[in-house]
């Protein structure tokens, strides 16, 4: 099974400062038609999550430009250009390659200095 | 606009049963595979099922394969997950998701089933 890892789990940004989030995955998440599952998706407090970036780089529509996905192969990164009150909230990355059984990372935690 | 709304969460007692519902409008259901998502309280996202569109195929987490089920009822606009043989282990706030990209872009506000006694 795939394996998402996420880091860091918490992290304290201070309003108008870049945050960063790297996800990780135990295997390639390259598939065979050569697409990158790679996603992902908000919760804000008491919310329902909602998807931010799909293959790894497509900004959902109602997204905020601040909001920018990288990453190639096994490594990802989920970057906020200039942190906003609005954006606190648990973060995921979630991997679609082997679907169906998609596999979530545990959870970034960000919270404003 | 695009509308997932769940029900039939509660409060079940271990090794009983509970059928929730995800009632879909705002988009042709019967076109996307959909799936259900649950959260522990405080945890983290587990896909649990998914289903696709004309109810072909489906597949489950090792964690409730052979207690779950899921449905769908295109006519209906709706969406099941049959859940037997509850464990404490099974609370979470159960989220129905519509599948796009191999990813998830709708999803509901999410059912809360308690499994104790």
């Known amino acids: 099974d795939v394996v998402m890892t996420q880091s860091p789990l918490s992290l304290p940004v201070t309003l108008g400062q870049p945050a960063s989030i790297s996800c990780r995955s135990s295997?390639?998440?390259?598939?065979?038609?050569?697409?990158?599952?790679l996603n992902w998706f908000q919760q804000r407090p008491g919310q329902s999550p909602r998807r931010l970036i799909y293959?790894?780089?497509n900004r959902d529509s109602g997204v905020p430009d601040r909001f920018s996905g990288s990453g190639s192969d096994t490594d990802f990164t989920l970057k906020i250009s200039r942190v906003e009150a609005e954006d606190v909230g648990v973060y995921y990355c979630?991997?679609?390659?082997?679907?169906?059984?998609?596999?979530f990372g545990q959870g970034t935690k960000l919270e404003i200095k | 606009q695009v509308q997932l709304v769940e029900s039939g969460g509660g409060l079940v007692k271990p090794g009983g049963s509970l059928r929730l519902s995800c009632a879909a409008s705002?988009?042709?259901?019967?076109?996307?595979?959909m799936s259900w998502i649950r959260q522990a309280p405080g945890k983290g996202l587990e896909w649990v099922a998914y289903?696709?569109?004309?109810?072909?195929?489906?597949d489950y987490a090792d964690s409730v394969k052979g207690r779950f089920t899921i449905s769908r009822d295109d006519a209906q606009n709706s969406l099941y997950l049959q859940m037997n043989s509850l464990r404490a282990e099974d609370t979470a706030l159960y989220y129905c998701?519509?599948?796009?990209?191999?990813?998830?872009?709708?999803w509901g506000q999410g059912a809360l089933v308690t499994v104790s006694s």
């Open positions: 998701a519509r599948e796009n990209w191999s990813s998830f872009d709708f």
């Open positions: 705002g988009f042709t259901f019967r076109d996307y595979y």
């Open positions: 289903i696709s569109s004309a109810s072909i195929y489906s």
């Open positions: 295997q390639s998440l390259v598939h065979s038609d050569g697409n990158t599952y």
């Open positions: 293959k790894v780089s």
């Open positions: 979630m991997e679609g390659t082997h679907w169906p059984r998609y596999t």
